[in-house]
């Protein structure tokens, strides 16, 4: 008779224990940033149901079960990953009975296989990737290689400073007043009984990191303020709506372009992020 082989493991306390190894876990987000938030809008997660078949199917120590916070994907809600002989399975909008009955009935049918198996047609529209060495379900390319800068790395292009400098003393006010009053004509700043007025939070924060920017000497002033005249030209030559910050921050774009502040396509791809919640601005 073969000596059965045990995952032993000597516990911190000194304790040796056998620690189990299931074939695959499951983990469900049901309090993260968006899933199951119905006060926000977004359908319940149905916990109940996923550790009633989790126990009705008896699949502890063979997968193991999840339920906690945030998995990662945030653009996506009620996501659950399983993991199964090494490959992870993604999907998102699991919001009914009958599709998180369906990744059990999946899960048994791998098990049954002993092998890792396609997702069956009720999954198929609910499966994506979210780890960078997984291929697409449908098999299209992705871009979206973004290497990581080191803390040891010198300081790249593209850096937030500091706006400690904008109204930092008596000097630095008077600067401040006398670069605007120096944009004149179409390129002067909105006013309301002569406060600056700014429409949306972006706006003023943008306005600090012009000048800011500016004070601690990345760009001549004149510079910035020949590029927001311009965006301003261009904006009204166009037509339709004009709203101030817009320019400005065209203008800001175009001088930290033109000076290699930002690389090429940095704008782009930050652009991107947010408007498809990878990035949010609370953070």
Known sequence: MSTR?????VR???RLVN???????IFVCATGCCCG????????VPTELYHDEWERRRLRNVVHLTIGGCLGPCALANVVLVLFDGQALWFHSINAAALVLAIYDHIE???DADACLPVPPALAPYQFTASAWQPRPDGQRVDDHRPRHRASDPATPGTCLSTATLVGDDAAGARLHRR???LGGEATVPRKNGELVFEAPWQGRVFGMAVALSEQGLFPWEEFRQALIAEVAAAQARGGDFRYYDAWLAALERVLAAREVVRAGE???TTF???FGERDEVF
Not at 5 to 9: F, H, I, K, T
């Open 5 to 9: 082989r045990r995952n032993l493991v």
């Open 12 to 14: 911190s306390d000194g």
């Open 19 to 25: 620690v189990a190894r299931p074939r695959g876990q």
């Open 37 to 44: 938030r119905t006060d926000d809008g977004f359908a319940a």
């Open 109 to 111: 049918a791998m098990l």
């Open 180 to 182: 605007l009053a120096e």
């Open 267 to 269: 704008l782009e791809e």
């Open 273 to 275: 992020q947010f408007e």
